[in-house]
């Protein structure tokens, strides 16, 4: 389903950037896991993304199902709403920033927690 792809999109571009920020540009990288687990007598699906990426600051924690929160750096915003005479739109593309939140917890009576 195509919000399962945005969410699984949104996640791994989080946890891209994150391990990035932590480990720096020229870095031998950890890897970022992907687990999806079920099993023959579970009706559930879990998928679990796992990075070394430094995780979210505990101040702001109950902020991240925010929409539009982030936790990029401000400059990487600025791009993305500054405008030129000849364009309306920034021609970046930027990792981060401005995402459209994770409004999946009402979506088919799942849930999305971050642990």
Known sequence: PDH?????LELLKNALRATVETHGI??????V?????????NEDVVIKVA???????????????SYLFTTADPS????LVAFSGEVDHST??????????LLF???????????
């Open 105 to 115: 917890p009402g979506l088919m009576h799942g849930t999305l927690a971050a642990i």
């Open 33 to 41: 896991e992907v687990i999806i687990a079920d099993g023959k007598e």
């Open 92 to 101: 970046d593309s930027p990792l981060a920033g401005l995402g459209y939140g």
């Open 26 to 31: 020229d870095a031998d990288y950890p890897p």
């Open 76 to 79: 990487i915003q600025e791009g």
């Open 51 to 65: 990075d070394e990426g430094g995780g979210i600051p505990r101040s702001v924690i109950k902020k991240i199902w």
């Open 4 to 8: 399962l792809h945005y969410i699984l």
